[in-house]
């Protein structure tokens, strides 16, 4: 479980200031999946990163009664002079995980060859995300944030990917970030809208779809 207590966040930009959470007061119940919706710049890679801790509020309490894993597909995860063994091998430690054991698995289900002991700045986006998606999935975590990528590399690294997501929710949950309606109905049985600083849960997809779409339309309603 994650529980947002009086959570405010907020940018300045050339436009001024930009709210991505204001005073937002929810709770990311335990034994279900979360698919966040909100339109391009509402904060929902902001609201991943306050979620995993990688990212601070301006104001309010952030609680995780979890083991909650990285941003899956935040650049940061990654340091770009390292290659990708020796930034799976810092990952082990800082969890506490087997070193041996999880660079074995990312190695495997990477599939990144040779490029596995080569600095991640020599990486395409595309194996970057591979790399990202092992690693993550190689620690076992309460909680998965994803941002995006579950949709990596061909056909079948895909069905990969599902299968490994799959096995993964029999005992964990998921918080996902993505504009695709068919993934987060795959994957997701709760729903969350961000729009205009507020963060808004739906006990169903149905409901949260429905407001997403009120809010595309100029129509959002309280």
Same mark, same amino acid.
């Given at each position: ?134 690693? /993550? ?64 849960? /739906? ?18 309603? /309280?």
């Amino acid at each position: 479980m994650i529980t947002l207590d009086g959570v405010s966040k907020a940018y300045a930009t050339r436009a001024g200031r930009k709210i991505v959470l204001d005073d937002a007061t929810v709770t990311f119940a335990a034994g279900h999946n979360f698919g966040i919706l909100g339109v391009n710049g509402a904060g929902k890679s902001t609201l991943i990163r306050l979620l995993a801790g990688s990212e601070l509020p301006d104001r309010g309490l952030i609680r995780r009664h979890a083991r909650v894993s990285f941003p899956l597909g935040f650049g940061g995860t990654f340091h770009g002079a390292l290659s990708g063994r020796e930034n799976v091998v810092f990952l082990a430690r800082v969890y506490g995980a087997g070193v041996r054991a999880i660079s074995r698995y990312v190695e495997e289900f990477a599939e990144l060859g040779a490029y596995f002991d080569m600095p991640v700045n020599t990486y395409s986006a595309g194996m970057r995300a591979r790399l990202a998606f092992a690693a /993550c999935l190689a620690i076992d975590f309460d909680v998965y944030l994803i941002d995006e990528v579950t949709e990596v590399g061909d056909e079948r690294f895909r069905h990969r990917c599902a299968a490994a997501f799959r096995e993964r929710m029999a005992r964990s949950d998921i918080i996902l970030v993505t504009h695709n309606r068919g993934t987060i109905r795959q994957y997701c049985d709760r729903g969350a809208v961000l729009a205009d600083g507020k963060l808004r849960l /739906c006990d169903d997809m149905a409901s949260a779809l429905d407001r997403y779409q009120r809010v595309l339309a100029g129509a959002a309603r /309280c």
